[in-house]
Every structure is written in structure tokens, then in C-alpha cells.
């Protein structure tokens, strides 16, 4: 389906950007394999891209060197790939948590984690919403009504009544023009960023962030600066840097976009942006921030409406929001909300939108019924704090662990006090201390990051994610399970 | 349309020019392409040979039960030229529709008329957030035949729904919903084994699980979200596409987008498909790794590209590519076209390069044992380095796969972008796509999912034979069930669509720049939950609907080939 639309994307880009010759060059190109009447009819528009076209091949064929068919096929014939994968070896931790880390239950407050019952500190269920019963009701009838999938992307008949509704409350609880959900929590920043982000323009982006804005940004090809995580100096620093250079350079800067993209609350390290800075740098400078709250929607500020609301800011002044559906809510997929103007554009240039199927339905209507859940329980937010509050304060009191993060942050990393140690003995410690506690019934998890993949590797840690279900005999339970492990660890 | 007529065109055939490339096939021998499999009355080249060898060796596939079931289909594909007046015209009609969108933009911006439309507000100093050059065509072109797209459907997508009721009192620019529902014909869904189902087996799975494992997960497969419903899948999966092993993700576009870039990086070559789809293209575009784009199912481009790329390596520094991905798809969404799979894996055996296969529509729909286009043309499943799928077409769910051996399936369980950082899949969608497996493998113990295949193979090749003769231009392959009606002038998407739901059939319309620019067309994708009465029906409408928007185009001389040597698989 719209299998062109990338290809046209191209061709709009290079009409645009100066720099984007080599896209100009492709797109000319498949004119050219045009029937020939096409070429008669619209001659005269491109002759001068011809003449381009034309220098352009010419050179590279000058370039290439004279074989002999002999020499060719020798070289056809000597021609060694490297293997398509590398061997993972056997001991691999990713392999064996997958293979043998298996879980035969709902992933709630409780898990059967490899037939023994724990206590389930691993998954980002903050608002225990996995294995509510009126969810599960809610989405056998819409399972009964419209089966599981959607058979079809959004503009193809893939678009159910349930969407719809769903899009509307998630705007109206956030309080924005309008929402898209997409069909999966990655792939909404990831599929947002290069929506409105092209090539030549410039993003200055947060350190800390996580991998799907990483991926968003890298799909978008503009130029990225980073600054050191939540730190504001330094962003103002890079910013007049670059009014600097705008200085210099005017008109360039009058088609230049420039986005400020940070999260709300960083999963990777439990800690909140500092929005209202942020707020003010927008402004002087003239950013559009985005930002991603997949882990603060439904956890931050007093009714669950996320960093702007634990701040006070106006939700307007933010450009776009993202968030995940698959943490709080316990359901699937991702949104996006904010102006309508913004939000309409994705609707045909959100490649994770058009190019995919749409949510079953049956899961959209789960996070429906999980949305009015915490609309109506305002509660279960409030407990959420105190008990993300008791157990940072329970577990920095453990000795030989380090929390990291804000209090109020449903997301804890816990690192070893000691800081230099080598990256592969503190993991190998972590996921000791993790299955001991495993042992004594309490599910934890290493932080999983893709070591060659990361831009800024986020040091080792247990990341612990905090319930709102959760009773101060569970929670002290935890501190003492980890506590015990920690100190066998560090005995053995 | 009367034969005259068809003749008067035969000779306008003349006049046109033959399209070099773009589309495979192109001249007019080769637009009808048809080759018997194995002794086919043409010399063979060497690539042939190999196919032929490559053919023999798969013919010991341990898991086809014996030689009779051996498809001896002919491997047909339909292309045809876009006729010349056809194609000025259509260049008319955009002519226009962009000469009216200046002046209708003039008048707006002399506020002499509304775009009832959120608009960014113009803030001084501030770049705005799009191009209004990009949204030219959506103000001016789209918005007048908005209606056609984005249809909200209140039920299950089955051979029948029901759509609701919109109206818009301002030609596109903004709906409003009446309250009622129109029941229609769904010709427009990717359910082509007809597992868009509110009850049996899969249904009934599909709830028991929602109430022993819940809808979400909150958590990735490296983390805590790894249940033994994802173990029972991914060795059923493999099992049933006759590889090592298998891993499954949540999205069939992030399958493709966040798993290629772990197969390749810088210095690597990845040779993609002109037509691939946008998760394959970003996913290439997201490693790094050099791209370059052959012809559309041009074997011979494909061929030379990768010849070129082994001999001279890498631009510039001419250092040899550490290795070189093809990237292809099974059947081709907006073409209907198959990909020639026995001449792929020879080349690709030739110049050792990798093959990555994305079988999102073929997967379930085509072959014997409904095992994709690896089944289809009886190849080895092991001949194709990675075999890629997705869910959310034959099996009625959501997701997709990534299979082929066990150090390639563990290299992704270890590595994939997925794997790590997004959530596993909910347990109702993995039951669901196992419980369909099942069926389709037969593991059931009925017929139903072999009744299924037939149906649909059935289905076919009988509407697009029905097609041709009533004188469309239709591409693809003659096994496709995805069937391209070519609509050319702008004017006709909308009136196409307009006109067919109005009689009962909702179908998708296609134009600019989901194709090229004149090749606007109608997409029919056909179900196994299509009975004959139902795709008589449709056809009559079709009939009915192209004769009053004149769109029986064809010159060419019918082909001949029928749905009845479809029986076999019946059984
Ligand atoms: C070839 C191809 N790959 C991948 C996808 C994406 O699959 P999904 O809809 O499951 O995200 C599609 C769907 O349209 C497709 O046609």
C-alpha cells in the first residue's frame, strides 16, 4: 500500500533541499525509464534535470574501470560475504532469559515465572491494569463483535468505530484538539519525528532518550545535537551556538525547523524533564518540543495527564505528545496527541499509521475501559506515588545499592554503590542479585539495552517498576528480598 | 464493451510507446508472460538451468507429501500499457484539478473563500511545521475525494460489513456521522483466508486466552514478557514453514523496519525492489548499509546490479561489499505481481548474496500448503536466508515473524531492536495466529483449512478471468488474490468507489502517490469467505460501473487460462 509515497516523499524532499541531490537524482532517473510520451510531454519542465542527469551518469561511467569479461567473472567467482549473522553463543543472556525465563500466567501484581509464584516488579503495569477483570470482559465483547484483527490499515476499511472512540478519549482526557493511536508503542515517536522532521533541519535532542526516539530521529535524517541528559546549560549552550550560525547564515534559517525532543520521564533513568526550563528555551529560541511520555501518562501529575500536568504547564504549549498504551494502560499499541494541524499531518505521513494494520480492536477497547478506569479512580494514582515514595525511600537505605531517580518516578534504578566496576562484572552481579530474588519469589529485571546500538549506553542497573496495587507488607517484602541478595552478592 | 470497439483500440496499440522498465515485463512479448514450468518451450538461459536444478532439489521437500500435489501451474503475469489518449487525458485531468487548485488557492488566500481546515496560525519567526508546497496536493487533490478512504467500519471486516454513515456538508473537509450503517461487500480487507472471524475455533481460543493471560504485557521479550504461549507459536510457525526456528513481534511494520538494520550495516549492499514496501524501505534506509533499487520484478536488473556491485564494490573506494542483501516481497500489494522466487534464489546463489523475503500477503494465501510463495513455485525454504511475514492478512491478527535458521533465529532473539525495547506480543493475537496455523496446516482435524485455500485459489483465478473478459486492464498474477483494476484519470478513483459502494461493494482506490501519477487504479482483494454467488455479484457490479465510467481499456486478447485446474486443490 502506498508503496510510493516514500518514493514521493523523496521527491518532495529534493525539490525542497538543496542538499538532497542524489534523491533528485533517483527520482529524475525513474522519469526518465518513463514511457517515452511521458518524457514528450513533460520535456520541456525537466530538460534542465536531464542535462543533470545526464553529466551525472557520464562521470560515473568514466570512473569505472575496463575488465575483461575473464576478469569479471573471476571476480564474481572470488567474491567472499561475511556470514549473514555472527554465532550467538550458547551463554548468551538475552538467549537464555528468552529461552528459559518463561512466564505461564497474566504478567500482573503476581506471575507464575518458570511454575513458581512471584512477585511481579519487572513489568511496567503501574496502574495494575493487567488482569483486571472489566478490562478482559470488555475485550472478550469487542473480540465477540469485530474478531482480532483489523485485517487492513487505517485508510483501508481499518478503521473500526472502537478507534475512533478511542482517539476521541484519549484527546479528551488529555485535553487536546485531537489523538492518533497508532498499532504499536515504538513505533509512534519513532514514526512521528520523521513525519515533520526532514532532511536539513535540526533537532536537539536529550541524551538520555530512549531507543525508539533514537530511531525516529536517525529516520528522519536531519542533523541531530545532543546535550547531556537533563542538563539545561547545556542546551542553551549548543542553542546559541546554533543562533550563531543562523546569524551567519539567515536564509537558511527561515526553512530550517528546529525540535526540541526529550520524554517526560525517562525510562532509562527515572527521571523527570525539566519542563518548565524547557518551556522557556522553546520559546526564546523558537523550538517545537516534542516530547514522549510512555512512562509518564497515567503516572505523573495528580490525575495521571503526565508531565505537563505535574507541572502546570498548558498541555497547547507542548507541539506533540506521544505515549505508549502498553505501560500504564496495559493494553497495546501507542497515541499521539496535541493541535489538530499537527496531528492531521501524520494522518497521511506517519509512515507507522499508513503503512501498518490498525490495533485489533479488541485491545483498543481495552485501553478505552482502562482510560475511564483511571478517570474514575483518581486514587489509584495517588497510591501509585506514595508507594513509588516508600520504596525509593525504603531501598536507598540497602547498602551496596544505589536508586536512581525521582520519588516520584513509578520507574527506580537501582545500580551498585560502586561505581567503577567493569560493565560486564556489575551486569553479571545484577542479574545474580535477579535470580536470587527470583528464588525467593520477587520477579526482577536487568535492564535489557542493545550495547552496539545505543547512542549513549545507560550504566547497568535493576530497573524496578513500582505498582500501584502494591501493600507495604509486598513492599518491604521487596526491600528485604534485595536486600538479601544484594549482601549474598557481594559475599560470593 | 462491444468487439468493435476492443478492435479499433487493437490498432491504437500501435501508436503506443513501449514503457522501458518501471514495470516489469515491458515490452509486449513479455507482457504476457508465459512459461511452462520445467520443459517450457524456450531455450534455456543459464539462470533457467539453475532454476531447474534449484526445482529439482526442492522437489525433495520432506514435507510435501508426494508429487501429484506438485502445482504445474504456469507462471502468468499481466501487464499492460497504458493506452496513449488514456494517458493524455489523464494528464488533462490533472492539468485541470491543479489549475483549479491555484485558483481556488488564490481565492483563499484573498480570504474569498474558507478552507474549513485547522491551519497552523502564521507566527512570526517560526518556520512552519510542513511545507505548504506538501499539502497542495492534499488541499486541492485529496480533500475532494477524502470520502473514498479512511471508511469506519462498526463490524467484524468478514466477506460482508457494515460501514458507517458519514456525510460532509463541505466536499471532504470535514464528516459528520448520521447514526446508520450501510451494509456492503468487503473487497477491500487483507483477509484473504477469511479468519476475520466473531466465532469458531479461533475465536474461542482467542477468548480463552484473554481470560487465562489478559490483553497487555507491559513488557519486552528480553525483560519478563516471554510466555509459553510465544514458545507454543514460534515452534508451531517454524514447523509449519518448514524452517529451524522462528521469532514473532508485535508488528509486521516494525518486523521489518527494526530487524533489517541487525542483517546489515555500513559497507553492505542492500538491493531492494522498486516497489518494496515502506517498512522495508526505512528498515533499510535505518542501517546504514548502501541501497540500491532495481526494476520492479526485473530479474535481469536485479542480475546486473548485483554483477556490477560484486565486481566493483563499493562507490568510490571500490573495496568489495562485506555482503549483499535482496530485498523482495512474496506478492506485491498494489501490482498483484508474484515475485519470480526460483530466479531470485539463483542468482542470488550465483553471486552469494542473502535474500530477505517478506511474505506479508503471500504468506496463508498462496501455495498448496498455503506456505507462501516458497510453496507456491516449490522451492526450498532454506534456499531463502530470511523469511519475513506478517500476520495481520491470511491469519486475522496482528504482528509478524522473522524465520530461517536457528543461528539467524537466535542472532534476532539476541540483537532485534523488537526484541529488546518493544512490548511482546498480547497473548489473544498469539492464540489466534496459532489456532489459524493449525487450521491452516490441517492440525485441526478437519479439511477447513485446505477448503479455505481452494476456495480462495478458486476465487482468483475465476474473478480475474471474469475481469479480462469483460475487457479491464487488471495486473498481476493470475494466482493473486490481490487484483489491480486500472482507473487512470483522477476523476474516476473517487467515482469508482462512489459508484461501486453505492451498489454494495466497498473496494479500495488508489491514485498519486501510492502509484505513479497516471496509474490511479482500483484494488479488489479477494477472501476465502467469498462464495461464487458473492463474486458474481460483485462482478456484475463492477461490469455495471465500468461500463458507465467507460474503464474497459484492455486491447489484449484475453488470457487463457481457467479456475477449473484449480480443483485439485479443492479436494
Ligand atoms: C509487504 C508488507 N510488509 C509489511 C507490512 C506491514 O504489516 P503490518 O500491517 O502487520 O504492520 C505490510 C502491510 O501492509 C506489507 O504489505
Known amino acids: 500500500m502506498f508503496n510510493f509515497l516514500h518514493m514521493c516523499g523523496l521527491a518532495a524532499e529534493a525539490t525542497l533541499s538543496t542538499t538532497a541531490s542524489w534523491d533528485l537524482y533517483e527520482t529524475i532517473q525513474a522519469l526518465f525509464q518513463a514511457p517515452s510520451y511521458h518524457l514528450v510531454f513533460e520535456a520541456a519542465l525537466i530538460l534542465w534535470i536531464v542535462g543533470l542527469l545526464f553529466t551525472k551518469s557520464y562521470s560515473s561511467k568514466v570512473n569505472k574501470l575496463t575488465l575483461t569479461d575473464k576478469e569479471k567473472a573471476d571476480l564474481v567467482e572470488e567474491w567472499q560475504p561475511e556470514p549473514l549473522v555472527p554465532n550467538v553463543p550458547e551463554d548468551d543472556p538475552e538467549l537464555i532469559n528468552i529461552r528459559t525465563r518463561i512466564v505461564d500466567s497474566k504478567l500482573g501484581k503476581y506471575v507464575t515465572l518458570n511454575g513458581q509464584k512471584c512477585l511481579n516488579m519487572a513489568s511496567l503495569n503501574f496502574l495494575a491494569m493487567v488482569g483486571k477483570e472489566v478490562i478482559e470482559e470488555e475485550a472478550v465483547k469487542s473480540l465477540k463483535k469485530y474478531g482480532v484483527g483489523a485485517c487492513g490499515p487505517r485508510g483501508f476499511y481499518g478503521t473500526v468505530d472502537v478507534h475512533l472512540e478511542e482517539e476521541e478519549k484519549l484527546a479528551q482526557f488529555m485535553g487536546t484538539e485531537e489523538a492518533i493511536v497508532y498499532s504499536y508503542g515504538f513505533a509512534t515517536i519513532a514514526s512521528a519525528i520523521p513525519a515533520y522532521s526532514k532532511r536539513g533541519d535540526i533537532i536537539f535532542c536529550d541524551e538520555g532518550v530512549c531507543f525508539a526516539i533514537q530511531k525516529g530521529i536517525q529516520a528522519s535524517r536531519s542533523k541531530v545535537k545532543m546535550f547531556r541528559h537533563n542538563d539545561t546549560a547545556d542546551l542553551e549552550r549548543l542553542l546559541t551556538l546554533h543562533a550563531e550560525e543562523e546569524r551567519k547564515d539567515v536564509k537558511k534559517a527561515r526553512v530550517t525547523r528546529k525540535f526540541l525532543i526529550v520524554e517526560g520521564l525517562y525510562v532509562n533513568y527515572g527521571d523527570i524533564c525539566p519542563l518548565p526550563k524547557l518551556m522557556e528555551l522553546k520559546w526564546k529560541y523558537k523550538l517545537r518540543l516534542f516530547m514522549d511520555e510512555s512512562i509518564s501518562f497515567g503516572t505523573l501529575g495528580k490525575t495521571g495527564r503526565g508531565v505537563t500536568e505535574h507541572f502546570n504547564v498548558p498541555i497547547d504549549d507542548v507541539d506533540f505528545i506521544s505515549a505508549s498504551l502498553e505501560n500504564a494502560l496495559g493494553s497495546f499499541g501507542g497515541f499521539g496527541c496535541g493541535k489538530s494541524y499537527v496531528i492531521d499531518h501524520q494522518r497521511l505521513s506517519g509512515l507507522g499509521y499508513c503503512f501498518s494494520a490498525s490495533t485489533p480492536p479488541m485491545l483498543s477497547q481495552a485501553a478505552i475501559v482502562a482510560l475511564d478506569l483511571l478517570k474514575n479512580t483518581p486514587d489509584m494514582v495517588d497510591r501509585l506515588h506514595a508507594n513509588s515514595a516508600y520504596l525509593h525511600e525504603k531501598l536507598s537505605r540497602v547498602p551496596g545499592l544505589r536508586v536512581v531517580g525521582d520519588t516520584v518516578s513509578p520507574v527506580l534504578h537501582l545500580q551498585l554503590a560502586e561505581s567503577d566496576r567493569k560493565r560486564a562484572s556489575a551486569m553479571a552481579t545484577l542479574r545474580c542479585i535477579v535470580q536470587m530474588a527470583e528464588e525467593e519469589g520477587v520477579a526482577l529485571v536487568v535492564a535489557s539495552y542493545l550495547e552496539k546500538d545505543e547512542r549513549h549506553l545507560p550504566p547497568p542497573s535493576i530497573r524496578l517498576a513500582v505498582n500501584c496495587d502494591l501493600d507495604e507488607k509486598e513492599m518491604d517484602r521487596v526491600v528485604e528480598v534485595i536486600d538479601h541478595a544484594c549482601l549474598a552478592s557481594s559475599n560470593s | ?571
Not at chain 2, 141 to 166: H, K, Q, T
Not at chain 2, 530 to 559: C, F, N, Q
Open chain 2, 1 to 571: 464493451m462491444e468487439k468493435g470497439e476492443r478492435l479499433d483500440k487493437n490498432e491504437n496499440k500501435n501508436n503506443c510507446s513501449l514503457r522501458n522498465g518501471l514495470i516489469p515485463n515491458s515490452n509486449y512479448q513479455n507482457h504476457y508472460l508465459s512459461r511452462e514450468k520445467g520443459d517450457g518451450p524456450f531455450v534455456l538461459t543459464h539462470e533457467e538451468q539453475a532454476l531447474k536444478a534449484s526445482a529439482a532439489t526442492s522437489d525433495h521437500d520432506e514435507n510435501v507429501d508426494s508429487s501429484e500435489e506438485e502445482p504445474q501451474h504456469e507462471i502468468v503475469e499481466f501487464f499492460e500499457e497504458t493506452p496513449l489518449w488514456v494517458a493524455i487525458l489523464t494528464y488533462l485531468g490533472y492539468a485541470i484539478l491543479i489549475l483549479f487548485g491555484h485558483f481556488r488557492d488564490v481565492l483563499r488566500n484573498w480570504k474569498l473563500e474558507k478552507a474549513p481546515v485547522a491551519a497552523e496560525p502564521n507566527k512570526e519567526g517560526w518556520v512552519p511545521l510542513y511545507q505548504s508546497f506538501e499539502s497542495f496536493y492534499t488541499r486541492n487533490l485529496y480533500m475532494r475525494i477524502r470520502d473514498c478512504w479512511n471508511r469506519p467500519i462498526c463490524s467484524v471486516p468478514g466477506a460482508e460489513f457494515n460501514l458507517m454513515d458519514r456525510e460532509t456538508p463541505d466536499h471532504g473537509w470535514t464528516f459528520k456521522f448520521t447514526g446508520g450503517t450501510t451494509k456492503a461487500m468487503n473487497m477491500g480487507s487483507y483477509n484473504y483466508l477469511g479468519f476475520a472471524q466473531t466465532e469458531g475455533l479461533c475465536a474461542d481460543a482467542a477468548v480463552e486466552a484473554t481470560h487465562k493471560y489478559g490483553c497487555g504485557m507491559c513488557s519486552s521479550r528480553h525483560e519478563l514478557g516471554n510466555m509459553d504461549i510465544h514458545t507454543e507459536l514460534e515452534e508451531l510457525l517454524a514447523n509449519f514453514l518448514g524452517v529451524e526456528d522462528c521469532m514473532t513481534f508485535g508488528m509486521g511494520f516494525a518486523t521489518n523496519s527494526m530487524n533489517i538494520p541487525i542483517f546489515v550495516n555500513k559497507g553492505c549492499l542492500v538491493l531492494s525492489d522498486e516497489l518494496n514496501h515502506a517498512s522495508l524501505v526505512l528498515g533499510a534506509r535505518l542501517s546504514g548499509a548502501t541501497i540500491k533499487v532495481f526494476k520492479h520484478g526485473d530479474v535481469a536488473d536485479l542480475e546486473q546490479k548485483l554483477r556490477d556491485a560484486v565486481i566493483y564494490g563499493q562507490a568510490r573506494t571500490h573495496r568489495p561489499y562485506r555482503k549483499i542483501l535482496i530485498l523482495v516481497e512474496g506478492i506485491y500489494s498494489m501490482e498483484g505481481s508474484i515475485v519470480m522466487l526460483p530466479e531470485v534464489i539463483a542468482l542470488k546463489k550465483k553471486y552469494k548474496a542473502y535474500l530477505f523475503l517478506d511474505e506479508a500477503h503471500s504468506i496463508g494465501a498462496l501455495g498448496p500448503n498455503g506456505r507462501g510463495v516458497v510453496d507456491y513455485f516449490g522451492c526450498d525454504p532454506k534456499d531463502v536466508d530470511i523469511l519475513m511475514g506478517t500476520f495481520t492478512k491470511s491469519f486475522g491478527a496482528a504482528g509478524g515473524y522473522i524465520a530461517g535458521t536457528k543461528t539467524l533465529v537466535d542472532y534476532v532473539r539476541h540483537r532485534s531492536h523488537s526484541a529488546c525495547y518493544a512490548t511482546s506480543m498480547p497473548a489473544p493475537v498469539a492464540q489466534q495466529i496459532i489456532t489459524s496455523t493449525k487450521i491452516i496446516m490441517g492440525l485441526d482435524g478437519t479439511d477447513d483449512g485446505s477448503k479455505r485455500r481452494g476456495q480462495l485459489a478458486w476465487n482468483c483465478r475465476y474473478f480475474r478471468r471474469r475481469l479480462h473478459e469483460m475487457g479491464f486492464i487488471i495486473f498481476g498474477n493470475k494466482d493473486s488474490p490481490v487484483v489491480p483494476v486500472l482507473l487512470y484519470c483522477p476523476a474516476k478513483i473517487a467515482a469508482f468507489s462512489r459508484e461501486c459502494l453505492q451498489r454494495g461493494l466497498a473496494t479500495v482506490v488508489v491514485g498519486f502517490p501510492a502509484t505513479p501519477i497516471i496509474e490511479s487504479r482500483a484494488r479488489f482483494c479477494l477472501s476465502a469467505s467469498h462464495t461464487k454467488e458473492m463474486i458474481d455479484k460483485a462482478l456484475a457490479i463492477i461490469d455495471e460501473v465500468g461500463d458507465r465510467l467507460s474503464l474497459k481499456y484492455s486491447s489484449m486478447p484475453v488470457p487463457q487460462f481457467s479456475e477449473k485446474d484449480e480443483d485439485f486443490k479443492k479436494r
